[in-house]
């Protein structure tokens, strides 16, 4: 089980940091990846990270504004997000899988967490 937290409101330029808490024990053999979903689009990949943190990757679009990390000793990943535009404006969503970019290559998701950035 996956659950999100961290979502909210703010301006832009903003930051703000979301967290994936897991459940069971085999989430450490897992790569993690987080998708969104914005009002009328499809969702898409915005970042993903390893089984072990030690490799990440990133959509073009949040490249150098957001960072991804994990905590497997807790059960956790993080993605931070620094200078938040409007259109990161959606539903984030974490996910258990491969780390590619497809949705397909996912086995485990979470409800999700609304953000929303003001301009």
């Known amino acids: 089980q996956l659950v999100e937290s961290g979502g909210g409101l703010l301006q832009a330029g903003g930051s703000l940091r979301l967290t994936c808490a897991a459940s069971?024990?085999?989430?450490?053999?897992?790569?993690i990846s987080w998708f969104r979903q914005a009002p009328g689009k499809e969702r898409e990949f915005v970042a993903a990270v390893s089984w072990s943190g030690s490799n990440t990757y990133y959509a073009d679009s949040v490249k150098g504004r957001f960072t991804v990390s994990r905590d497997n000793a807790n059960n956790t990943v993080y993605l931070q997000m620094n200078g938040l535009k409007p259109e990161d404006t959606a539903v984030y969503y974490c996910a258990a899988g491969s780390g590619a970019r497809s949705q397909l290559e996912y086995d485990y998701w979470g409800q999700g967490t609304q953000v929303t950035v003001s301009s």
């Open positions: 069971g024990r085999a989430f450490s053999s897992y790569a």
